[in-house]
């Protein structure tokens, strides 16, 4: 299925198998990247070094055998689906001891990996929902309206409205008297579409939430539209775009897409900015590995910040799941703790459950001097 929600992810996390371990493969699948040839021959690659891993761990018999499976049904997926795959990325799940297998189409690459673990490793898709915002644009000129949805890299045409405002003001009439009477109406006419213009896209907003809102019209009529939209418009419009309602929808949506990358970036440096400015007063924040892991433990987190493609081994405790940089025992319920090959991802599971936000910033940051990891806290203690 299409990665689309946060929803899917939760889910996907909820299954947990006492007995056996759960194969996570990601593959980057970037045809305008990559040819057919090097993307079957980067999945081959991956299922072999995955092959030479579990010969090397040391398990019982049956838990080898149930990701051995695991790695025969990736192989036999990927030679029939690959081709005909035309998405960026692909992440498959499979525990096959317990018969469980899920699968993502992802809009963007990611890196190629496979684990053998406890449960789903599901920080890459955690990563490419959170790049991503629900965008409505929107393009109107005197004839038509046009409204788009625009998440994940796609578009969709929701609406268009076509009205037809007239523009010219017809000659004659008494000493221009008539014309003038005209042009009144004609404005009058003109108001009263772009009201209902944005009526309409308060409507859509309250049935489909999105996160930012881009429009596209001539120039001269911003001042006189923008007023016109709900509080709640105003506040999540982000660009005017140069896009016109006569434009395709992949025109609108490469220019969106376009923006969207640029507001991203500039509202990464805000949170990091944030973020720096409270950990040096002192306040409602922490940063560092141990410290934020620590922070996690406690409960105290409120939004989780980390540096994208930033890994690290880690240490669990079994009973409690606190999560631990190196503690061999953990120190709330004396229980030896277990290895983890990215306490990091764990830590995005662990503040998901918790209700926590988690931001992904991409380097380089001034987050890299703080240990490429923070948080800003609910409360301290
Ligand atoms: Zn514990």
């Known amino acids: 299925m299409k990665l689309s929600s946060r929803d899917q992810i939760e889910n996907l996390s909820k299954f947990k198998s006492e007995s056996f371990l759960t194969t996570s493969f990601y593959l980057k699948t970037d045809k305008s990247n990559m040819t057919k040839k090097e993307i079957a021959l980067s999945s081959k690659n991956l299922l072999s070094s995955g092959r030479s891993q579990l010969d090397q761990m040391e398990m019982n018999k049956e838990?080898?055998?149930?990701?051995?499976?695991?790695?025969?049904?990736?192989?036999?997926?990927?030679?029939?689906?690959?081709?005909?795959?035309?998405?960026?990325?692909?992440?498959?799940?499979?525990?096959?001891?317990?018969?469980?297998?899920?699968?993502?189409?992802?809009?963007?690459?990611?890196?190629?990996?496979?684990?053998?673990?406890?449960?789903?490793?599901?920080?890459?898709?955690?990563?490419?929902?959170?790049?991503?915002?629900?965008?409505?644009?929107?393009?109107?000129?005197?004839?038509?309206?046009?409204?788009?949805?625009?998440?994940?890299?796609?578009?969709?045409?929701?609406?268009?409205?076509?009205?037809?405002?007239?523009?010219?003001?017809?000659?004659?009439?008494?000493?221009?008297?008539?014309?003038?009477?005209?042009?009144?109406?004609?404005?009058?006419?003109?108001?009263?579409?772009?009201?209902?213009?944005?009526?309409?896209?308060?409507?859509?907003?309250?049935?489909?939430?999105?996160?930012?809102?881009?429009?596209?019209?001539?120039?001269?009529?911003?001042?006189?539209?923008?007023?016109?939209?709900?509080?709640?418009?105003?506040?999540?419009?982000?660009?005017?775009?140069?896009?016109?309602p006569s434009d395709s929808p992949s025109a609108v949506l490469k220019e969106s897409l376009g923006l969207e990358k640029k507001l991203k970036k500039g509202e990464e440096g805000e949170i990091v900015h944030a973020l720096v400015s409270e950990l040096e007063k002192g306040g409602l924040a922490t940063s560092g590995l141990k410290r934020t892991l620590g922070s996690l433990n406690r409960g105290e987190v409120k939004t989780l910040i980390i540096t994208r493609n930033f890994y690290k081994p880690g240490r669990i405790c079994p009973k409690c799941h606190f999560l631990f940089v190196d503690e061999l025992r953990c120190p709330s319920c004396k229980r030896k703790t277990d290895l983890l090959m990215d306490v990091i991802d764990e830590a995005v599971e662990e503040a998901m459950d918790k209700n926590c936000q988690v931001r992904h910033i991409i380097p380089p940051t001034k987050l890299d001097r703080y240990g490429k990891i923070g948080a800003f806290l609910r409360y301290k203690t």
Not at 83 to 106: K, P, R, T, V, Y
């Open 63 to 244: 838990k080898k055998e149930s990701i051995s499976r695991d790695l025969e049904k990736i192989g036999l997926f990927c030679s029939r689906r690959l081709s005909s795959h035309n998405f960026s990325g692909l992440a498959i799940f499979s525990c096959s001891g317990q018969d469980f297998w899920e699968f993502f189409s992802l809009p963007t690459s990611p890196r190629n990996r496979i684990i053998f673990d406890q449960n789903s490793y599901v920080r890459p898709l955690s990563a490419i929902l959170d790049q991503h915002h629900r965008i409505f644009a929107i393009t109107f000129d005197r004839r038509e309206a046009k409204w788009y949805d625009i998440f994940m890299g796609e578009i969709s045409l929701l609406e268009n409205l076509i009205e037809d405002v007239p523009s010219k003001v017809r000659e004659g009439g008494w000493e221009g008297y008539e014309s003038k009477r005209i042009e009144r109406h004609v404005a009058t006419h003109l108001h009263d579409y772009f009201k209902k213009i944005a009526k309409r896209t308060f409507e859509l907003f309250k049935k489909n939430h999105f996160d930012w809102l881009f429009l596209g019209c001539r120039e001269k009529y911003r001042s006189d539209f923008e007023p016109l939209l709900h509080p709640y418009l105003k506040s999540r419009l982000k660009e005017w775009i140069k896009a016109m």
